[in-house]
C-alpha cells in the first residue's frame, strides 16, 4: 500500500487528468478531504448516495457537473501532494476515520470497525511479528499449498521459523488448479480477493480461475515460497507422540513411497471445498458418455453440438450454464432448489488501465476503493440476516430488511425472466435470501431463456447408457453428464490425525460434526492449527482472504509465544472450546440458516450449522487478533506450567 510518507514522484498532469475521468467518485471523496483537510467536500453537494445493492457506485450518485468538480478538485490536490504540501490528514483515525469511512459508503458504520479499518488502511501500524532465533530442532509442517498454505508459509519465512509445505498436486492455488470448469472464477471482487502484502493489478472487477491461478503462482515465485514446498505429496496420517511433544506426519510421494516427517507443529491448511460430492446414482457406469463432477473437468472437452446435463444450481452449475449454452446443442439444467441471484454490472467488467495507474500513484486511493468493497461485501447485510421473533411473515423472510432484499431480488428475476411465467415459477425461490450463499448474475438468467436450454426441476433418479432419468419416471437423452453437486465440507480434515491418548480427530468429528475454537484448534490435539477449519466460512458474503490473514496472525502469535516462553505445547482448554462452540451455535439459532424449512450444505445431517461463521469479519478479526494463553494448557519439557501474571509479553 502507498505511504505518503514516501519519496514524492512526479505526477504527469495529463494522465492524472485522464484517468480521474474514470475514478469511482465514492472513492475519491474521502481521500480528498484527506489530502486538503477541505470538510466542504463531506456536505452536500458532494456527499456521495449509497450504493444500489453492491454495485460500485461508480458516479456516486451525484450529478455530472458535481461529479467533474470533485474530479477537479482532486486532480489539483494530487499535483500539490506530488509537488510536496504535506497531507492534511496522513493518518485518519477513530471517529475521524469512521466519518470518512460514511462518508465513502453513504452509511452509518458501527464504531467497532474503527480498528480493523485503521489497520487495515495503513493508517495504524499493524504489530508486526519479530524475527525469532529460532534453534534448528524447531519444524512445522504445513499441509496444502493453497492461499491459506502459502499464508502460512510466507509469515512462518517471515519471523525465520523452519518448515515444510506438503502439496498433493503438481504446483501451488489448491482450488483455483483444481477446478478448470467453462466460466471458472471468483465470486468476490478482485481487490478484495487479494493477499493484504500481495495486490495485483486485475484485469477484470471479478477474476477467472485462470487469473487466479496466475496470482496464486506468481505469490509463490515472489517470495520464494516453492523452496519449501514437496509437489505430489499427499499426507496419508499424522500422530502426536505426547512423550515427545511432537507431531509424526506420514506422507506419499506420487510413486507411493511413504515417508515420516517430524514436526514440533502442525498447520492443516487442506480447505473445505476440495474433494468433491458424487451422488450414488443408479446407472452412472452404465452412461456411454463422458460423466464427471465439475471439479474435475476433463482437458480438451468439446461440447459443440453435444446434449449436456447438468445436474445442480449452485454456484458452479451458475458459472457452467452461461459458459456453455451457446457452445451446446441442447442443456438441461437439474434444479434441486432454486437459488437467490444478486444483478452486479462489474461481473465481466475489464479494470480500466487508468484505475490501475490510479491505484499505484494516486494517494490513498487503493485503500479507500478496497475499504469499500469491503464493507458492501463483508459485513454491511449481517445484521439483516437475523431473525425477528416479532416478524409476521416468517414463511418468506426473517424481519423488515430482509423483506426488502426478498422484494428487490424478486423484482430483479422477474425482470430478468419476463415473458416466461414457467422459469419465474421454477426460478423463484420460497425461502429467504441469504438463506443459501447469494450468487451473482453472469447471465444465468439470459442462459434460461436461451431456446436449447430447459431448467428441470425433477430430482435426477438414474443415469441410462445414454440419458437421465427424473424421479417421475422421464428419460431424457445425454451425451455428456456433468455433477456439479457441491463439495464433502463437513469435515475439512481427510487424513487421520491421532492426539493425545490415542484419540482420532476423526472419531471425535463424525462424518460432518467438526468443531474446533475460533476454528483453528482443537481440545486434545496440541500444537495442532486449522486454516479454513470448522465454521470459518463466509456465509454472507465477504473475501476469504481476511479470515486466512486473520487466522494465520493468531497462529504466529501462538508460535512466537512458544519459542519466547519456551513452550514446548500447548492445547485448548476444553472448556473453552465448549464454550465458544455453544455460544457459535446460539449465534446460528439466531439466524437465517437454521431459520423454518432451510436446507443448505451449511449444516450437518442433524441441522447443525458446521462450516459456515455465525460472527462478522469485524468480530473474527478481534478474536483472533492476540493469543490468550489462559486458553490453553501449557508445557515446558513435558511439564505442565502456569503462566506468570506479567511476562511483559503482548497477549
Not at 57 to 85: K, N, S, T, Y
Request: proline share 7%; hydrophobic share 40%.
Amino acid at each position: 500500500m502507498m505511504s505518503v510518507t514516501e519519496a514524492r514522484t512526479h505526477i504527469d498532469p495529463v494522465v492524472l487528468h485522464e484517468a480521474l475521468a474514470v475514478a469511482n467518485i465514492p472513492t475519491l471523496v474521502p481521500l480528498l478531504v484527506q489530502l486538503t483537510g477541505d470538510r466542504k467536500w463531506t456536505r452536500p453537494p458532494y456527499r456521495p448516495t449509497r450504493a444500489r445493492g453492491t454495485d460500485d457506485h461508480d458516479d456516486g450518485g451525484l450529478p455530472p457537473v458535481v461529479q467533474q468538480e470533485i474530479r477537479l478538485a482532486v486532480e489539483q490536490a494530487v499535483l500539490d501532494w506530488a509537488a510536496g504540501a504535506p497531507v492534511a490528514m496522513p493518518a485518519p483515525t477513530g471517529r475521524q476515520l469512521l466519518e470518512l469511512l460514511e462518508l465513502c459508503v453513504a452509511e452509518e458504520v458501527p464504531e467497532d470497525f474503527e480498528a480493523m479499518t485503521a489497520e487495515q488502511m495503513g493508517f495504524r501500524p499493524k504489530p508486526a511479528p519479530v524475527p525469532i532465533a529460532v534453534g534448528g530442532e524447531f519444524h512445522v509442517v504445513v499441509i496444502g499449498a493453497g492461499i491459506s498454505g502459502m499464508t502460512a508459509s510466507k509469515y512462518l519465512r517471515d519471523i525465520g521459523i523452519a518448515h515444510t509445505v506438503v502439496e498433493k498436486n503438481a504446483n501451488v492455488g489448491g482450488t483455483w488448479i483444481e477446478n478448470r470448469y467453462p466460466g471458472c472464477g471468483v465470486d468476490t471482487p478482485s481487490h478484495l480477493y487479494s493477499l493484504s502484502f500481495f495486490p495485483r493489478a486485475w484485469s477484470t472487477y471479478f477474476g477467472k480461475r485462470s487469473e487466479l491461478e496466475e496470482y496464486l503462482d506468481g505469490l509463490a515465485t515472489h517470495f520464494d515460497l516453492r523452496r519449501n514446498i514437496r509437489f505430489q505429496t499427499t499426507a496419508v496420517a499424522a500422530s502426536w507422540d505426547d512423550d515427545a511433544e511432537l507431531w509424526t506426519v506420514i506422507v506419499r510421494d506420487a510413486a507411493g513411497a511413504e515417508e515420516a516427517l517430524t514436526a514440533n507443529v502442525l498447520i492443516s491448511a487442506v480447505g473445505q471445498l476440495n474433494v468433491p460430492k458424487i451422488p450414488q446414482l443408479e446407472g452412472m457406469k452404465q452412461f456411454k458418455g463422458p460423466v464427471f463432477h465439475s471439479a474435475r473437468w476433463p482437458d480438451g472437452l468439446d461440447l459443440t453440438g453435444k446434449r449436456v446435463a447438468v445436474i445442480g444450481t449452485g454456484a458452479s452449475a451458475m458459472q457452467i450454464v452461461p459458459a456453455i449454452a451457446d457452445v451446446v446443442g441442447a442443456l438441461d439444467v437439474y434444479q434441486r432448489s432454486p437459488q437467490w441471484v444478486s444483478p452486479n454490472s462489474n461481473y465481466f467488467r475489464p479494470v480500466d488501465g487508468r484505475v490501475h495507474w490510479l491505484m499505484d500513484k494516486v494517494p490513498f486511493y487503493r485503500a479507500w476503493y478496497r475499504s469499500k468493497l469491503a464493507w458492501a461485501y463483508n459485513d454491511r447485510i449481517h445484521a439483516s440476516l437475523q431473525k425477528d421473533p416479532a416478524w409476521a411473515y416468517p414463511e418468506r423472510s426473517l424481519n423488515a430488511v430482509n423483506d426488502a432484499h426478498r422484494k428487490f431480488f424478486t423484482a430483479y428475476l422477474m425482470g430478468e425472466l419476463e415473458g416466461r411465467p414457467d422459469l419465474v415459477e421454477k426460478a423463484l425461490p420460497s425461502y429467504p435470501p441469504f438463506g443459501k450463499r447469494m450468487l451473482l448474475d453472469n447471465g444465468w438468467f439470459a442462459a434460461l431463456k436461451k431456446p436449447q436450454v430447459e431448467l428441470i426441476t425433477a430430482g435426477v433418479a438414474a443415469l441410462t447408457e445414454t440419458g437421465v432419468v427424473t424421479v417421475d419416471g422421464e428419460e431424457r437423452p445425454a451425451d455428456v453428464v456433468v455433477l456439479a453437486t457441491g463439495f464433502e465440507a463437513h469435515n475439512p480434515v481427510r487424513y487421520q490425525v491421532t492426539g493425545i491418548d490415542g484419540q482420532v480427530l476423526q472419531d471425535l468429528w463424525g462424518a460432518d460434526d467438526a468443531r474446533a475454537y475460533l476454528g483453528i484448534t482443537a481440545p486434545g490435539f496440541p500444537n495442532l492449527f486449522f486454516m479454513y477449519g470448522p465454521n470459518t466460512n463466509l456465509g454472507h458474503g465477504g473475501s476469504f482472504i481476511y479470515l486466512a490473514e486473520s487466522q494465520i496472525n493468531y497462529i504466529i502469535d501462538a508460535l512466537q509465544h512458544m519459542l519466547r516462553e519456551g513452550i514446548s505445547s500447548l492445547v485448548c482448554r476444553p472448556e473453552v472450546s465448549d464454550r465458544y462452540n455453544q455460544e457459535l451455535d446460539e449465534a446460528h439459532q439466531r439466524m437465517v440458516w437454521t431459520h423454518q424449512g432451510m436446507d443448505t450444505w451449511y449444516r450437518n445431517s442433524k441441522g447443525r450449522v458446521v462450516t459456515a461463521m455465525p460472527w462478522r469479519v469485524v468480530d473474527y478479526w478481534t478474536m483472533t487478533r492476540s493469543v490468550d494463553l489462559d486458553d490453553y494448557v501449557l508445557r515446558k519439557n513435558g511439564r505442565i506450567v502456569q503462566r506468570p501474571e506479567s511476562d511483559g509479553l503482548p497477549t
